[in-house]
């Protein structure tokens, strides 16, 4: 029993694709971003931190920051500050600041001319209780805020110089964009969704009607539809379905019509066999020529029902006998042999048309026996006088004709002639040319039908 799990309709599968698009390129659009921006961020604000660093070092080897002076800074290191303020307000593409200030060992900031005196403040505060290392950039994440910190000692000054970046502003803005970034995947995903649902819709119902007409096709409802769907492939899959419905109903009819001429054919000898019977056991018949009708019209039963098996092989596409090489001259000789007493019967004979050369073929047996059994009977019941046997070997193929001269064949029964169930003028139930058809094309051949002075059924079966 097939089971049924992970099953899903059409809408779940659509939507399900959709949304996973969706995510992934809304999860790679925010890792790339982000990966760049907090990229670039760190490197930006790390060179500025670096050049600011730099500034301010070159700055305190000038004179007025070398004077020693009791209780802190000199006279002249105030005035220095006051010409370095250049170097506070640095800024670079990111827009972030770059600043400094000064401080001694115990956190108290000593550049109190700085204009941002709630980051002296905060920085001092961190490098002073040992968060900072001395020489080496680091990242500070307090209280909401972002910097990154360089902190340098200057023992001629008896103070440490503290430069940072503040990013707190870059980062923010970046957050932002991740939020914006967020509610418009939102509102794409939720757009997606809805048109998602819209597109299973519109294939949902298709294939809900089109499952419904392969379901009335089952049931034997040959009923043509011409619903016109907007999606291209539905049309195609609807009108391949109206074609198969017609093949069906047609097939259909012809079955109906071969089991109709196969019980009128089977009643008759029957008939005669229930007949014959009953005039044996009442005594009121002659022993042998009741026993010769008998046989006669066993024979007759025997011949339909093989031709029915053999079809019956044919659509399987069984392996129908063990093949070898054979002569058809000598096959199409011993199948004239077979229906010699009913054309002697009928005043026909048979002529032979052989070349000198065996016509050798690969075969089974039993196919070229029911293709060229049925060949010459289908002759021999519309011949006049004459019935002609043609076999020639052309190398890479071997064909084989069976003329008769009879009236030919009926205009309006030659494009059914090798239909299955088919029986046309003088026919007998419609199986015996649909046999020789599938016989030869079992073999990668053909059979055709012309019409001159004499009928002619040809046959073409190539060599491998």
């Known amino acids: 029993m097939n089971s049924k799990k992970g099953v899903k309709h059409i809408r779940a599968h659509v939507l399900g694709a959709l949304l996973t698009v969706v995510i992934c390129c809304f999860a790679a659009v925010m890792i790339v971003f982000n990966a760049f921006v907090w990229s ?32 802190g800074l000199p006279p002249q290191g105030q005035r220095g500050l006051r010409w370095a303020r250049d170097l506070d307000r640095s800024q670079n593409r ?65 103070c440490l110089s503290v430069c940072y970046v503040e990013v707190t502003g870059i980062r923010t803005f970046a957050s932002t964009v991740n939020l914006v970034l967020g509610i418009g995947m939102a509102v794409i995903g939720a757009g997606a969704a809805l048109a998602a649902l819209r597109l299973s819709g519109q294939w949902s ?5 089109l499952s419904d007409f392969a379901t009335a096709i089952g049931e034997g409802r040959f009923e043509r ?32 019509a071969f089991f109709q001429n196969v019980s009128h054919e089977l009643r008759t000898p029957l008939m005669s066999i229930r007949c014959y019977a009953e005039g044996l056991t009442s ?62 019967k009928k005043g026909v004979s048979f002529v032979y048309d052989f070349e000198d050369r065996e016509a050798a073929y690969l075969c089974a047996e039993e196919d070229m026996r029911r293709l060229f059994g049925n060949l010459i009977s289908n002759a021999v019941r519309y011949a006049q006088t004459t019935v002609t046997l043609k076999c020639r070997d052309e190398g890479s193929l071997v064909t084989v004709t069976v003329s008769d001269d009879g009236p030919g064949v009926a205009p309006e029964d030659l494009p059914h002639l090798f239909e299955r169930f088919y029986k046309g003028r003088g026919g007998v139930h419609g199986i015996g040319l649909s046999i020789v058809k599938g016989a030869a094309e079992a073999y990668g051949g053909s059979v055709g039908v012309s019409r001159s002075d004499t009928t002619d059924f040809t046959v073409r079966l190539p060599r491998e």
């Open 225 to 256: 539809r011409d619903q016109v769907y907007r999606v291209a492939e539905f049309n195609q899959l609807q009108e391949r379905m109206n074609q198969a419905s017609e093949r069906l109903k047609e097939a259909d009819e012809k079955q109906k």
């Open 40 to 71: 670039y961020i760190d490197r930006e604000a790390t060179e500025q931190l670096r050049n600011t660093a730099r500034g301010v070092g070159a700055l305190e080897q000038a004179t007025p920051f070398r004077e020693p002076w009791e209780g």
């Open 94 to 158: 990111i827009g972030t600041t770059a600043s400094f200030f000064l401080m001694d060992a115990e956190g108290k900031v000593l550049d109190n001319m700085t204009t941002e005196e709630d980051n002296a403040g905060l920085l001092a505060a961190l490098v002073g209780n040992g968060e900072v290392a001395l020489d080496r950039q680091t990242r500070l994440d307090t209280d909401g805020r972002s910097f990154y910190v360089l902190v340098s000692e200057d023992p001629a000054l008896n």
């Open 205 to 209: 119902r298709p294939v809900v009607e």
């Open 283 to 344: 005594g009121v018949m002659d022993r042998e020529t009741a026993g010769q009708v008998l046989m006669k019209e066993t024979d007759r039963l025997t011949d339909m029902v093989e031709d029915l098996l053999y079809i019956s092989r044919l659509d399987r596409k069984k392996e129908r006998g063990l093949r070898e090489e054979l002569d058809l001259r000598e096959v199409l000789s011993a199948c004239a042999s077979d229906q010699r007493l009913q054309a002697e």
